[in-house]
T-cell receptor, first 111, second 115 residues
Framework: GESVGLHLPTLSVQEGDNSIINCAYS??????FIWYKQESGKGPQFIID?????DKRQGQRVTVLLNKTVKHLSLQIAATQPGDSAVYFC??????????FGQGTRLTINP | NAGVTQTPKFQVLKTGQSMTLQCAQD?????MSWYRQDPGMGLRLIHY???????DQGEVPNGYNVSRSTTEDFPLRLLSAAPSQTSVYFC??????????????FGPGTRLTVL
């Protein structure tokens, strides 16, 4: 409901530390899981995706882990920088390119 | 390339008014979609299209119409605006190539308020 949506989960980390953002998904039939970053006032920006038959994928400073047993997805950001401050969304792909987004986590960086 | 463009950036409507949100992409993408984002929440799919002349409903289609007469454009129409349609609307596009996930590129959004 509306009250759940207004209280966005927040993660605060020190600049230079590693960040871990978690996401629980619901549909075992989803074939891809994707992380998007959304800065204030902008549209979501693709970070990384992982196919459902993989358990880990690495990109530049980011790693996504997938645990299908417990339906859990995580995004690890190494050496967090001020520019990483944003809301991070996980999304599941369900057919063609249809995405179902999670609620999002707000990442704030402390200097 | 301009990528995905949306107009207007902001719009205020009165209940019952109609309007069209514009979306265009210059990347020759087959797939286009519309999402709405309510405060503090993720995006929800309204309608999508896999090519010119083909559209289908997403998760929250009620109150919205779409058409896809060209590859480039995918307008979203609100026939009779309601306060519940106050939201930020995002258009996105991508290729449709193979089984892999094709990155969806999002526009900057249209912030709509219905009084």
């Amino acid at each position: 409901g509306e009250s759940v949506g207004l209280h966005l989960p927040t993660l605060s980390v020190q600049e230079g530390d590693n960040s871990i953002i978690n996401c629980a998904y619901s549909n075992s039939a989803s074939d891809y899981f994707i992380w998007y970053k959304q800065e204030s006032g902008k549209g979501p920006q693709f970070i990384i995706d992982i196919r459902s038959n993989m358990d880990k994928r690495q990109g530049q400073r980011v790693t996504v882990l997938l645990n299908k047993t417990v339906k859990h997805l995580s995004l690890q950001i190494a050496a967090t920088q001020p520019g990483d401050s944003a809301v991070y969304f996980c999304a599941e792909r369900r057919g063609a390119q249809k995405l179902v987004f999670g609620q999002g986590t707000r990442l704030t960086i402390n200097p | 390339n301009a990528g995905v463009t949306q107009t207007p950036k902001f719009q205020v409507l009165k209940t019952g008014q109609s309007m069209t949100l514009q979306c265009a992409q210059d990347m020759n993408h087959e797939y286009m979609s519309w999402y709405r984002q309510d405060p503090g929440m993720g995006l929800r799919l309204i309608h999508y299209s896999v090519g010119a002349g083909i559209t289908d409903q997403g998760e929250v289609p009620n109150g919205y119409n779409v058409s896809r007469s060209t590859t480039e454009d995918f307008p979203l129409r609100l026939l009779s605006a309601a306060p519940s349609q106050t939201s930020v609307y995002f258009c996105a596009s991508s290729l449709l190539a193979g089984d892999a996930y094709n990155e969806q590129f999002f526009g900057p959004g249209t912030r709509l308020t219905v009084l």
